[in-house]
């Protein structure tokens, strides 16, 4: 099965345009009960790329954007008060492991420690999640499939993934399209002509030239999209530029100065 074959079959997916052979690989890892690391830069189309693959091959989704509170607990489930009696309940994790879903974990090194721990034994041949608090030991349902990605090149000492959790997955990297795939993406989904797109583009390749420097994170192409959705809609390019990527990149003055300088030589 390869990407072409997999768009054909995903009529009503979510748009994806394929890089390369990460549909092939995704495809892959779920026929034969592999887990996947997704790793790249924040809005380059990986939370897209597992819903257009979860779509595609007729599997339930679970979606759990991780953060700095999230715990094993919120993953597993919990005992809950309902009705005057006290009831365990499901976490996200737990329902993939018993329905055959995918578990996407995004952002997957923000949640805490103990998360990784509760991962180990979904990721190796045992494929179980022990559940302390109900004395059960759940083995994965056909069709589990445990996803993760995460941004390496924002990370810092303290957030990145051990060795010997990374080393448990297989691993495809994103980055930003090229330009003629951004330029087919943006202009699917704002409903903008590609000749108006096309300098959008250029301009996000610009910014991105920028990470590092005087921007964190460079602009993603959700950010290009929502520009061109207001351009589309009748606002003028640079308000529009302003609102959707200038402004959510930075609050510093100057640096915005010198952007909107950028966006100036570009646009005229």
Request: glycine content about 8%.
């Amino acid at each position: 099965m390869n990407a072409h074959t997999l768009m054909e079959g995903a009529a009503d997916a979510p748009f994806y345009l394929p890089q390369g052979d990460e549909c092939e690989i995704f495809a892959t890892a779920a026929r034969n009960d592999l887990p996947l690391l997704l790793k790249g830069p924040t809005g380059c189309g990986k939370t897209r790329f597992v819903s257009h693959m979860a779509a595609t091959l007729g599997r339930p989704l679970y979606t759990v954007a991780c953060h700095d509170d999230l715990s094993a607990a919120d993953l597993i489930g919990r005992y809950l008060l309902k009705g005057g009696e006290t009831v365990w309940v499901d976490g996200p994790l737990t329902r993939a492991v018993r329905e055959g879903a995918i578990c996407y974990l995004d952002e997957v090194v923000e949640a805490r420690k103990d998360v990784t721990v509760v991962l180990h034994p979904l990721t190796d041949d045992r494929r179980i999640l022990p559940i302390d608090r109900t004395g059960e030991e759940l083995e994965a349902a056909e069709g589990f499939m445990l996803v993760a990605s995460y941004n390496p090149g924002y990370q810092n000492i303290l957030k990145t993934l051990k060795p010997s959790t990374r080393q448990r997955f297989l691993a495809v990297e994103f980055d930003f399209p090229v330009q003629e795939h951004e330029i087919a993406v943006v202009a699917r989904e704002s409903g903008l002509d590609p000749e108006r797109v096309k300098p959008l583009v250029r301009l996000a390749d610009k910014l991105r030239d920028l990470k590092g420097q005087d921007l964190e994170e460079g602009v993603s192409t959700r950010l290009v999209i929502y520009a061109a959705t207001l351009i589309k809609q009748g606002m003028p390019v640079e308000r529009a530029i302003t609102a959707a990527m200038i402004e959510p990149l930075t609050d510093d003055a100057d640096v915005k100065r010198g952007l909107l300088d950028l966006v100036t030589a570009i646009f005229g």
